[in-house]
């Protein structure tokens, strides 16, 4: 996708945040309290979407100087307005303005119930909906694990390289979800970004995610980093597999980039790293849900697969191997 720093990353060249001016400290204190946590939330989906607030000023056909105003908390938009920046953001106006659950009495219901839980508490009742509502994975070995790996991160992390490895060791196939998405689409990542937008993407992601579920039974997926993106894709990704995020410093993403061929991060925006560092900020939370965790920054590529090798195994109930 010609307009991204990364290829999963949804990010828009040209980052530099326009149309932010100094506060003083009395406009600060007379901000309206609402104003700010609304700010807050269009900051935190922009930065899970990936988009610059260049990219959601033009998506959202508002000026940049009024998004920054918006996200800043001084800026009173009308209704029209946030409707547009929602549309542009592929969030309901409801989850902009924080209040999606307050739809029908059982929701209110279950939120006074989950309000205030810890986070492991609410990732107990998240599976235990699941596998109530018939989500879960359907073909977990004895371990409890399903047998599809999956592993998520930012484009950089050693997806690609790691997971060819594992499915080597495995003895069962690579799927790079990217590669599916582009047959499904019949054009690659970057025309399907400019042709037909990011719904549209979204849409083929899920599709090729679903069928690859659907065929593999045991398999090793290199997801886009961008999946956590939709909470629906999300879900079914960590109900039918294994997960293990492949972390790395915002550095490294960046040097292994530019190694892979693509030199677009630096040419394209001198924010190029400041962007980089919001987008896993605002993906953290999302690649956390992830099973399992391997910092490929601590150690060479051979040190990070064998522990990458040693978690999957241990998890699978799997021998050591040869």
């Known amino acids: 996708m010609s307009s991204t720093i990364l290829h999963d990353s949804g990010l828009t060249p040209g980052s530099a945040e326009a149309g932010e001016a100094a506060e003083t400290p009395e406009a600060a204190e007379a901000k309206n309290p609402f ?7 269009v900051r935190a989906l922009r930065s899970r979407r990936g988009m610059t607030r260049k990219a959601v000023a033009l998506a959202a056909n ?29 969030c309901t106006l409801a989850e ?22 810890d986070e492991a508490t609410l990732h107990r009742v998240r599976v235990a909906v699941g596998e109530l509502l018939g989500t879960g994975g359907a073909a977990a070995k004895p371990s409890g694990r399903s047998p599809r790996i999956a592993l998520v991160g930012l484009r ?6 790691l997971g060819q490895m594992l499915a ?31 719904n549209a993407y ?38 039918h597999c294994t997960t293990v995020w492949l972390q790395a410093d915002p550095e490294d ?53 064998m522990q990458l090798r040693q978690t999957v195994r241990a998890a699978l109930q799997l021998d050591g191997g040869p």
């Open 35 to 41: 104003l700010v946590a609304l700010g807050e939330r």
């Open 62 to 90: 508002v000026s940049e100087r009024h998004l920054a105003n918006l996200e800043y908390g001084v800026g009173n938009a009308s209704i029209l307005v946030l409707l547009q920046v929602a549309a542009a953001l592929q």
């Open 96 to 117: 902009l303005t924080g209040d999606v659950t307050t739809t029908s009495p059982e929701w209110l219901l279950l939120r006074e119930l989950l309000e205030g839980r």
């Open 156 to 161: 950089g992390a050693g997806k690609s390289t």
């Open 168 to 198: 080597d060791d495995l003895g069962v196939a690579f799927v790079e979800l990217s590669r599916e998405i582009e047959k499904f689409a019949g054009c690659s990542i970057n025309e399907i970004q400019s042709l037909y937008g990011q």
């Open 202 to 239: 979204r849409r083929y992601e899920r599709r090729a995610l679903e069928e690859a579920i659907q065929i593999h039974a045991e398999a090793v997926i290199a997801t886009p980093g961008g999946i956590v993106s939709d909470p629906a894709t999300f879900n079914l990704l960590l109900a």
């Open 253 to 305: 993403h960046m040097k292994r980039v530019i190694a892979q061929g693509d030199l677009r991060p630096m040419a394209a925006s001198k924010e190029a790293m400041e962007d980089l560092k919001g987008i896993l900020a605002g993906r953290a939370a999302f690649y956390s849900k992830a099973d399992f965790k391997i910092d490929t920054s601590a150690q060479a590529l051979e040190g990070t697969f």
